[in-house]
């Protein structure tokens, strides 16, 4: 890819991926006066402080969102934290990666891809608060439009994408993370939402956990939407299910959700399943017990305390490293 993040060719095939993010708490301005007009008590978020968005659903996979504070534990490399703010996140801004794959391999199924993500876009962008870049990829990354919230420009540029080529899907995320993401600081949630049959055959990238990293730098969750099974591949490939298995692994490992639609025409339904989840999530901060900067990856673990929930968040974060 040429420049810094003009995003101008740099990103896999055989995959439509879509990116939103999240970042740390702000901390509250000390400077702001009660009606009273006593000057409130300064108060500071520490430099390690650890932002997590997670989501909880019961066994009927319903998102539950009335849980309060006491109702988790939060563990660091397995060690208990103190929780220091909770907060319920229904209406985070989001930052917005579109990533289509623009690949030979996907030439009979983008009409449904492109179709699905203006309607998906258009249904959750709000004026003002929420901004999203579209980039191509096939043999190559690039950059369409950068971020805006005006969804006709979006919607144009995703009408005009022409597939052909081959698939470099480790390159279309990673660098979308590094370069789009993990530069964006603010009180905002980020995702990579990907469509995509898993295959990669031109990055250069090679290792499936350089990608998860990358996004875990970026604290970007990644959502991905395969378009492998029946009734919806043109033709069903012998590696499908090995393709599969990495789109879950991404998702898994980042806080996000893979999705296996039947056939193209059900791609609205995993965008609207994305988009009911990024509006139910809840924010739990703290600050770690180990306060090293050593650069290490640590686990995070959010256990609710009603067994019969189930919790889905990163699987952890990197620490900051020493400078010098």
Known sequence: MKGSMKLNKFFLGGMFVLLLTATALPAPDPQQTPPGGEQMKRITVPV??????????????????????????????????????????????????????????????????????????????????????????????????????????????????????????????????????????GNFRKVIIVITDGDDNQSHVQSLTEVIQMAQRADAAIYAISTNSSGFALSLKENSRKYDKILKEMADE???????????????????????????????????????HDGKFRTIRIVAEDKHLHVKARRGYFAPAETH
């Open 48 to 185: 390690d402080y650890v932002s997590v968005l997670f989501t909880v659903t019961d066994k009927k996979n319903h998102f539950i969102t009335n849980l309060k504070k006491d109702d988790f534990k939060v563990f660091e490399n397995d060690q208990p934290q103190q929780t220091l703010i909770f907060r319920s996140e229904t209406d985070l801004p989001l930052k917005i990666a579109l990533l289509v794959d623009a690949s030979a391999s996907i030439t009979g199924k983008l009409k449904f891809e492109q179709e699905a993500a203006i309607e998906f876009l258009q249904s959750i962008l709000r004026k003002g608060r929420d901004e999203a870049l579209l980039v191509t990829f096939d043999s190559s990354v690039e950059l369409v439009q950068d971020f805006t919230d005006d969804i006709d420009l979006l919607s144009s540029a995703i009408r005009k994408i022409r597939a052909g080529g081959g698939t470099a899907l480790y390159d279309a995320i990673s660098r979308t993370a590094e370069e789009k993401l993990l530069t964006q600081k």
């Open 254 to 292: 980042t806080g996000g959700q893979a999705f296996f639609p039947f056939k193209a025409q059900d791609l609205s339904q995993s965008f609207e399943d994305i988009s009911r989840e990024l509006r139910s999530q809840y924010n739990i901060g703290y600050t770690p017990a180990n306060s090293v």
